[in-house]
Structures are given as C-alpha cells and as structure tokens.
C-alpha cells in the first residue's frame, strides 16, 4: 500500500514524546483510567500510522484517542463517517493556536468529560512537549549554577502552568499531565528552598508536590515529594516525620512496582534519617540495601527525571557521613573522594559542594595543606554557583583554618575572605 510521508497521528504520537512501544502502553492505561474496554497493538499503530487510506478505530479506539490527544478523530488523519465525527465549533482564532472546543455528536466522545465547557486557547500534546522542556532545563540550571538561578525560572515556570490550567481548553487527559508537571515542579521548589532556603518555604513546596501528585494518583511523583520531604524534615528536626515518608515511599513503591532506580533513592533517605537520629546500624543497613537495588540493571528511560541523580556518588558520599557521625574523618576521606572523582560535568553544583565536604574533612583530619588545596577549587568556581548552603559551608571552613597559624592556612584563609567579599553568598 502507499505511504504517506508523515501522518499527522505520527507527528502527534511524536510530539507528545512517545515511541510506537510506549504509545500502546500509554494507550492501555488511558483506556482503563476512561473505563473504556480497548486496545491497540503496535502492528494496528502502525497500519494507522502508514497506510494512505488508514483503518478506522472502533468506537472504543476512538474514544481513547481523541481523550489522548484532544482531537476530533478527522483531525487525526482518519476519514470518520459523519455518524461517528465530533463536531468541532470554531471560537476564534489565536496567532498561533486555535481555539476550539469539542461538542459531543452522535457515538463521539463525551465533550464534557474530556474538556471543560469554556472558551480559552486549547493545550494539546506539543505544548505539554514545550512545557516539558522547560522544566527538564531547570535540573539543568540546578546542576550547574545552584538552587537560587534556579528559584526565579521555577517561578515563571509555576506562573505559567497555573495560568494555563485556569484558563485553557484541554483534556483530561492534557489536564492531568499539566498537574503532574505541577507536582514535579514543586518538588524542585522544595530542594531549592532546602539548598537556599527559607525552609519554611520548601516545606510548603513540598507539601504542594505531595498534594498535586496524590490529586492524580501518580505514586512516582509522590515519591518524589516525598523523598525531598524527608531532607527537609532532616533539616527541621521533625525526624519522626522524616522517617513516615520513608515508610510511605516504600509502600507506593511497593504498590506501583517501581524500579530500583527509585528504591534507590528511598534507600539513600532512610539512611539520611538513621544518620540524624544516630543509629549506626540502621545506616549500615540502608546503605546496604542501596548498594544492593544499584547494582541492578534498568533501562535509562525507565527511570523517573527526578530519580536519576541516584548512583555510586550518592553512596559514597553518605558512607562518608557516616564515618564522620562516628568521628572517623580519616575513613570518611576515600569515601569523599570517590564520590568527587564520580561526578560527570554538568555538576558543578554538586562538584562544588563535595569537594568542600572534602577540604572540610581533610582539615578535621589534620591535612592542612590539602584541605586548602581543595577548598581552592571549590573557590574557583564559587562565583558560577549561588547556593546558600555551600556559602555557609565554606564559611565554616574558613572560621576553622583561620585559627591555624601556618602558611598555607593564611593563604587559604585571606582567598575565602577575597572570593566572599567579592562572589554571592
């Protein structure tokens, strides 16, 4: 049969991110979630995809589409016969979207299920697509200048996905990926406000991530509120509520048999709050049970944006706090070294902020001269990265090497007080 070059249904699965695979997955659950009893398999998808005179979806089928995309099935690339074709009523046009809103024709979707009776510009996959974009850039801004550069773009960020849910035209299929982007949103709110505070409002954040995400039903995304929950309840000394969000992360990971990547994760918290709480063999055993869930296989795509962080570093760098807990600086230094020497570039934030718990631990193993040597590369890079918790932990160090009267510590000493006049603190 002949081809077409691209159909539309192929551009649109594309915009919306998914490959032939994961579309028939989304599919599956889009249809259990409208309680409408379909399916597609790849083979259909594709004959959908490529044939120039494409089969038409069963009712079910199309129901599900038109949900998933927020589309009339004409608009799909389909010849719909007019029994089966939902109208579509024109409410004017925008530069660059049209506004339109579905009304329900016979044996057609149920308009007022999938779209909220109102005008206003309708939100489809490739503006999900953009959005998304934007909030991936901002773990990379994170990464590489810190949580305060970061803050201010969130804040546009959330402005602009609030702003789109009250007044745009969308399905409910749309609306609830605008939610869960809201959810990780906060949830990166939430590390800023713990990086940078004020920590107030990162619980707040927090507490919004949580709210949005149990709101859809996305245990993932409750997880991910919850596992920023735990540092900032660290923080705040509420360690019997840091330990209930481990206990509840493990229960929806449980639930939704979620990957290791993600035990991971929880792995690292519950060892984050036996370590504040001073029980030594309850970090043993967390960092245990992480080494274990790391060292097993997961495909990179299956692994939540917010979870990939997670890995051989993240180990080593909670080992060695828990050496120094226990007053062992000297066998917390390899373990901090590892964890340097495993960061790839884009890190800068968090390259930063280890090779100061390096030339801190050095200095309170007596290594005067290699502490400072340290804390000079963290220094260097100082002026790219705003973060109020590495400005205090090298304030910290340098209250401490002050006190030391030789050389290499003077000079150390007299480069923080030039950078810290000069840099953001």
Same mark, same amino acid.
Request: hydrophobic share 40%; aromatic share 6%.
């Given at each position: ?14 915009? *919306?991110?998914?490959? #032939?695979?994961?579309? &028939? ?31 038409? $979806? %069963? ?27 939902? =109208? ?51 773990? *990379? ?7 305060? /550069? ?28 605008? #939610? ?8 990166? #709110? ?20 949580? =709210?949005?995400? #149990? ?12 596992? =920023? ?30 990957? $290791? ?42 692994? /939540? %944006? ?26 917390? &230094? ?92």
């Amino acid at each position: 049969m002949a081809r077409r070059d691209v159909s539309t249904l192929a551009r649109l699965r594309k915009e *919306a991110g998914y490959t #032939q695979a994961t579309f &028939v997955s989304a599919f599956a659950r889009e249809a259990v979630r409208l309680g409408i009893d379909a399916a597609v398999s790849t083979r259909q998808l594709r004959r959908w995809e490529s044939e120039s005179a494409p089969p038409l $979806p %069963h009712p079910g089928q199309q129901s599900v589409l038109e949900g998933m995309f927020g589309l009339p099935l004409t608009e799909l690339g389909f010849d719909v016969p007019t029994h089966r074709r939902a =109208t579509v009523q024109r409410i004017g046009d925008d530069a660059e979207v049209k506004r339109r809103m579905f009304v329900a024709g016979t044996g057609a979707v149920a308009a007022a299920a999938i779209i909220p009776d109102r005008h206003g510009p309708r939100v489809g996959a490739s503006d999900v697509a953009a959005l998304r974009a934007r909030l991936a850039d901002l773990y *990379a801004v994170d990464h590489s200048s810190g949580g305060i /550069p970061a803050k201010a773009r969130a804040k546009q960020l959330e402005q602009h996905l609030m702003r789109t849910l009250k007044d745009s035209v969308y399905t409910s299929k749309i609306g609830r990926d605008l #939610q869960a982007m809201l959810s990780e949103l906060h949830s990166n #709110q939430a590390w800023y406000g713990y990086d940078s505070g004020p920590i107030g409002k990162a619980r707040v954040a927090s507490m919004e991530a949580l =709210t949005a995400a #149990q709101l859809i039903g996305d245990e993932l995304l409750q997880i991910s509120a919850l596992e =920023t929950l735990v540092l900032i309840d660290i923080k705040a000394n509420r360690a019997w509520e840091a330990a209930s969000a481990v206990e509840t992360a493990y229960g929806l990971a449980s639930r939704v048999g979620a990957g $290791p990547a993600v035990h991971l994760v929880i792995a690292l918290r519950e060892a984050n709050v036996s370590m504040h709480v001073g029980d030594t063999t309850a970090v043993r055993r967390a960092l245990s049970r992480a080494l274990s869930y790391q060292s097993r296989d997961e495909a990179s795509d299956e692994v /939540p %944006h917010w979870a990939r962080f997670a890995g051989t570093v993240e180990i080593d760098y909670a080992t060695a706090e828990m050496y120094l807990r226990a007053g062992n600086p000297q066998r917390a &230094v390899p373990f901090l070294r590892a964890a340097v020497d495993g960061l790839g570039g884009g890190y800068a934030r968090n390259t930063a902020w280890y090779r100061s718990k390096l030339a801190s631990t050095l200095l309170d193993s007596g290594e005067v001269e290699e502490a400072g040597a340290e804390m000079a590369g963290v220094i260097e890079s100082y002026g790219e990265i705003a973060s109020h918790r590495l400005a205090d932990r090298i304030r910290n160090f340098h209250k401490t090497i002050s006190s030391i009267e030789t050389t290499a510590a003077r000079d150390t000493s007299e480069r923080i007080q030039e950078t810290m006049r000069g840099g953001r603190s």
